[in-house]
């Protein structure tokens, strides 16, 4: 059961990257705005996991430098930042996360930057009674299982 839903998490996650990479194009030329206009700045994106990064890097294209915090073997329920992630939370321009709990052990953090610059709880601008439920009715925070809510998640990032 595992191994389906790992499969199953995988697919969708490919198919969200495939789906937004086709439509953040720029016409037939496939020219960007900062192409015509010149090098810009990039703006350091920090997010914890990667299914916020990987998406975001890609719509971003070269105007975002993305890192994620957690890699695929990480689970966010349970990470403890290090000393180093703070210093990547320091340098980093905007910072997204999932929220609804998934990385419980840094919300204290991010609610506390807000004040120094922008934080995003991606998940949590998705309405209470879109998101998806587990069986003890608690609010499942693994929305990318859900494309639409995925996508929703992803349009407040780009927002």
Known sequence: ???????T???????????????SGNGATGET??????????????????QIGEPLSVIGEDRLEVESLMGPAIDPHVYQATQSDMNKIDEAELIFYTGLNLEANMT??????????PVLAIGEQIPEESLLKEENGATDPHIWFDIDLWKEALDHAVE
């Open 1 to 7: 059961m595992r191994g389906k839903l790992k499969k």
């Open 9 to 23: 998490a995988r697919f969708l996650l490919l198919s969200i990257v495939i789906l937004l990479t086709a439509c």
């Open 33 to 50: 705005e900062d192409e015509d206009q010149g090098e810009s700045e990039q703006i350091k994106v920090l997010t914890t996991i990667a």
């Open 108 to 117: 204290e953090i991010f609610e506390n930057l807000k004040e120094t610059k």
